[in-house]
Structures are given as structure tokens and as C-alpha cells.
T-cell receptor, first 113, second 116 residues
Framework: DSGVTQTPKHLITATGQRVTLRCSPR?????VYWYQQSLDQGLQFLIQ???????AKGNILERFSAQQFPDLHSELNLSSLELGDSALYFC????????????FGPGTRLTVT | AQSVTQLGSHVSVSEGALVLLRCNYS??????LFWYVQYPNQGLQLLLK??????LVKGINGFEAEFKKSETSFHLTKPSAHMSDAAEYFC??????????????FGTGTRLTIIP
């Protein structure tokens, strides 16, 4: 158990819909990262928040957005869903110091039908 | 920009044999390097990390990796494979010039199969 929690574990929805994935970081961690894992793209960094502020953006689509709340939990919002958005979405957290390891949650498996 | 190449998307070894999973990185500045393991239907678990303190890094479950700057490599090894080592292994690099900006760039992964 990494200490990072993600809900829900599974999500099945239709094209065009909007979903919200939730992540609670390990106690004491200030940085939250979102990654997408798919068969064709592998593991890709989406976005990072540090203590409530966006710090880095990766290959995140404009239809996707995220935020980190004052209690440090984070939400990833995916809208206008397409079949190709089906993937595993991981949240990771770290203290935020240079070289710190990231601890990953169990992931949310999103299936878009 | 940094990148990671994992040679061999599938590796099979016999139980008790040496495990060698290859990882080469590309970075214009000294990198931080990580190996993660992913068991089926689970998240990623950190095996070990390199942060320049020592070139030979020991991790969990008997794994270790050696950082070789001249070869830009960070190969993962285990002297004797166990059935429980069957999983997917990811090498990752982090290059962080700025505090609080430490995204991981992952390799494509290597699926390790252990033959009884």
C-alpha cells in the first residue's frame, strides 16, 4: 500500500460524457502528478500540482483539466470523452524535493464505450 | 529533453537464473533514474532510485541497478529469479532544474516472464 488513494477503481461511460477522477496523496506529500497508461501510448505524464498550484504540464489534452484543493487532494476532469481516452489513469505523489521518488496509487481504469 | 529506452519488450528467464533488464537514458543534465515494477491490475511500485550518491543502487526484492555514465545506462539485475518476479518493469528518468517540477519520463516497459 503506497498511501495514495484513487477513486473510483473502475469507470465505464459513454462517448461525449464527462468524468472526474479523484486522488488523495500520501500524508505530508505536497506534489501530485497524473499519468495516463494506454497500450498505444505507454505511460505518459499529464500534469503536476504542487501545494495547490499547477507546476508542470505534459501531454494533456485541452478537454482534460485538473486541480489540487487546499487539503491537497486532486481531481482530474475528463470531458467530451472519446473512445481513445480509455486508459488507466494513475495519480502519484511526492514530497516535492529534487530527486524524490513518486508513490503511485492503484489507478482508475476508464472505459469509454 | 530527457528520454528512456528499454531494450526488449519481453524477457524470459528460468527460475533461479540471472535477471537483466536494460535501460538507457538520454539527458543533457545529470538525471535521477528510477525502476518501477507493475504487477497485473496494480499500480507502480518503486524498486530503486539513483540520485548520484552511489553508482550501484540496491533496491527491494533483491534487485539492484548500476549507473554507468559513460554508457548512459541504468540496467536492472537480480542474481536469481523467483516466480514472484513476473511483472512489467519500467525505467524512468527525472530531470528537474526547478524545485517542484519532477515529472517522470518512462520507458515502454519490459514484461518479465519466469519459466519454472
Amino acid at each position: 500500500d503506497s498511501g495514495v488513494t484513487q477513486t473510483p477503481k473502475h469507470l465505464i461511460t459513454a462517448t461525449g460524457q464527462r468524468v472526474t477522477l479523484r486522488c488523495s496523496p500520501r500524508s505530508g506529500d505536497l506534489s501530485v502528478y497524473w499519468y495516463q497508461q494506454s497500450l498505444d501510448q505507454g505511460l505518459q505524464f499529464l500534469i503536476q500540482y504542487y501545494n495547490g498550484e499547477e507546476r508542470a504540464k505534459g501531454n494533456i489534452l485541452e478537454r482534460f483539466s485538473a486541480q489540487q484543493f487546499p487539503d491537497l487532494h486532486s481531481e482530474l476532469n475528463l470531458s467530451s470523452l472519446e473512445l481513445g481516452d480509455s486508459a488507466l489513469y494513475f495519480c502519484a505523489s511526492s514530497v516535492g524535493r529534487l530527486g524524490d521518488e513518486q508513490y503511485f496509487g492503484p489507478g482508475t481504469r476508464l472505459t469509454v464505450t | 529533453a530527457q528520454s528512456v529506452t528499454q531494450l526488449g519488450s519481453h524477457v524470459s528467464v528460468s527460475e533461479g537464473a540471472l535477471v537483466l533488464l536494460r535501460c538507457n537514458y538520454s539527458s543533457s543534465v545529470p538525471p535521477y533514474l528510477f525502476w518501477y515494477v507493475q504487477y497485473p491490475n496494480q499500480g507502480l511500485q518503486l524498486l530503486l532510485k539513483y540520485t548520484s550518491a552511489a553508482t550501484l543502487v540496491k533496491g527491494i526484492n533483491g534487485f539492484e541497478a548500476e549507473f554507468k555514465k559513460s554508457e548512459t545506462s541504468f540496467h536492472l539485475t537480480k542474481p536469481s529469479a523467483h516466480m514472484s518476479d513476473a511483472a512489467e518493469y519500467f525505467c524512468a528518468v527525472s530531470v528537474s532544474p526547478d524545485f517542484g517540477n519532477e515529472k517522470l519520463t518512462f520507458g515502454t516497459g519490459t514484461r518479465l516472464t519466469i519459466i519454472p
